[in-house]
């Protein structure tokens, strides 16, 4: 949910007491919580993509993985397309570690190894999903994505369709 913080006091107890204003209706969840102990989350907004930007870049990687040959499955297109336009990067992992880390990330390859202080060490490629990319991220790999497409002879929606996909993306 969408707010902004208004106030911040502290009480006689040293508790920190912060006042937030939210954008919807949150009276009944207020109801139901009231008076009992709650995890808390504070970060700061970003606009989100949108749906139907997320199912036109899904549509586009499917005629892509189409007509490839030898044709690829979606999956492994979703995987070429993150890594030419996805969001990521190299973190190193103690190797004994590995199976832990490696868990928490849908799309990673390894990229090498090393030892520091003797402790051995993987070298990992992440990529963030795309569900979880903002208006700007989902842009870029969009972009890439239709620049594939076009480049490959597959039609795609005009770049007034496609902009109206970005102008979605401020709504959410």
Avoid at 122 to 135: I, P
Wanted: hydrophobic share 35%; with cysteine.
């Amino acid at each position: 949910m969408k707010g902004r913080l208004k106030d911040l006091t502290i009480g006689l107890g040293g508790e920190q007491n912060i006042t937030i204003s939210v954008a919807g209706d949150f009276r009944d969840e207020y109801r139901k919580l009231k008076d009992m102990d709650v995890d808390v989350v504070i970060r700061k907004h970003r606009k989100l993509r949108s749906l139907d930007a997320n199912a036109y870049a899904w549509l586009l990687i499917g005629k892509i993985a189409d007509i490839i040959r030898p044709p690829l499955d979606k999956n492994t297109c979703y995987m070429m397309m993150l890594q030419r336009y996805g969001q990521g990067g190299v973190i190193s992992v103690q190797t004994d570690k590995l199976d832990g880390v490696t868990r928490a990330f849908d799309y990673w390859e390894p990229r090498g190894t090393g030892t520091v202080n003797g402790k051995d060490f993987t070298h990992l490629h992440v990529w963030v999903g795309s569900s979880k990319y903002d208006a700007r991220e989902m842009s870029v790999f969009i972009d890439g994505i239709v620049q594939e497409a076009r480049d490959l002879g597959i039609d795609t929606d005009t770049p007034e369709q496609i902009a109206r996909f970005m102008a979605q993306w401020g709504e959410k």
